[in-house]
């Protein structure tokens, strides 16, 4: 069974910083990008950052440039992302999934991690 596990979320004031990590069980991991999404309340799923397999491509949304970094271990079979300068617009469920060459995501999703950024 294919699965992702978020985890890293919590409460932060603006400013702040968190580290996301999502381990997946697919098997050679190290083949297949990744990426992270978000959810906020009332809103579509949105794409935050992307990884190729081999770290050397990495993609963001323009809303979280210059202050997520999105980064990979293979050994580990762990997508990480590092968020500094919170903001409240930040606040959403994050997710990650496996991308297709076309870097959109085509596998079930997980049960996400809750950032909540205050004010």
């Known amino acids: 069974q294919v699965q992702l596990v978020e985890s890293g979320g919590g409460l932060v004031q603006a400013g702040g910083s968190l580290r996301l990590s999502c381990v997946a069980s697919?098997?050679?991991?190290?083949?297949?990008?990744m990426g992270w999404f978000r959810q906020a309340p009332g809103k579509e799923r949105e794409a935050v950052a992307a990884i190729n397999y081999s770290s050397r491509d990495t993609r963001y949304a323009d809303s979280v440039k210059g202050r997520f970094t999105i980064s990979r271990d293979n050994a580990q079979n762990t997508v990480y992302l590092q968020m500094n300068s919170l903001k409240p617009e930040d606040t959403a469920v994050y997710y990650c999934n496996y991308l297709d060459v076309d870097y959109e995501p085509y596998s079930s999703w997980g049960q996400g991690t809750q950032v909540t950024v205050s004010s």
């Open positions: 697919r098997r050679m991991f190290s083949i297949y990008n």
